[in-house]
């Protein structure tokens, strides 16, 4: 099954992405991750990268799409993926489309996350990450068991750089702008599954996911 995870940022992409691999083993690509691993090793591409996501800006498409079309090619995508945040413009979507051509492949499903912006601004400033293992956790809504401690025992819980709250509004007026005209794009192709994620438990979401996803 190839799929892609839709939504604003914050909308629960990251979180969903999680179950679902851990119920069909398919692979969750998370273009937000490769970037950020890129910058941490100060290679070329990250430090090209940094600037726009410190900004909360979309980085250059060609940047993205060279990263997904290598890890595409990779032995685990050949049972599938999950793509969580990309394609996040138009041009990426065709060069996604041009890839899958390519590969012989068709796209399954979108599953679009709709989830309020005021909603999302609370979500994405109460992000809090692990390090070790890469759990989600949400200060309020979805807290550690253990104050500043993961499950897996790592102590110290990380806070993205660009989770605060100016860089956030500069984000969803990205996805606005350059990414919600895929919502019609996919449209179109009769691809989009649609959960609503406001006020609704990250079980909940999955639940109606795993419906819209006949799983
Ligand atoms: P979120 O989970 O909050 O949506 P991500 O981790 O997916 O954020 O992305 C973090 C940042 O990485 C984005 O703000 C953007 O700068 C960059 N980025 C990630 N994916 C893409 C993409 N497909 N196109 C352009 N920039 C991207
Ligand atoms: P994305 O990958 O789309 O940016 P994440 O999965 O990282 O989103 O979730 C953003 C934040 O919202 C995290 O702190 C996460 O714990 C929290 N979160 C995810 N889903 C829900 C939900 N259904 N209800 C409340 N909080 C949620
Ligand atoms: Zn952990």
Known sequence: MDIILLGPPGAGKGTQAKKLVA???IPQISTGDMLRAAVTAQTELGKKAKAFMDAGKLVPDEVVIGLVEER??????????????????????????????????????VLLLDVEDEELVNRITGRRTCGK???????????????????????????????????????????????SPLIDFYGKRGLVRKVVGTNSTPEDVF??????LGL
């Open 207 to 212: 639940a109606s996911a795993k419906r819209a």
């Open 133 to 179: 293992c890469g759990a989600i956790y949400h200060l309020v809504f979805t807290p550690p068991p253990a104050a500043d401690t993961c499950t897996c025992g790592k102590k110290g819980l990380d806070q993205r750089a660009d989770d605060n709250e100016k860089t956030v509004r500069e984000r969803l007026s990205a996805y606005h702008k350059q990414t």
């Open 72 to 109: 595409l090619k990779e032995k685990d995508c050949e049972k599938g993926f999950m793509l969580d945040g990309f394609p996040r413009t138009v041009p990426q979507a065709e060069s996604l489309e041009q890839m899958m051509n390519h590969l012989e492949r068709k796209l399954d499903h």
């Open 23 to 25: 119920l069909t083993g």
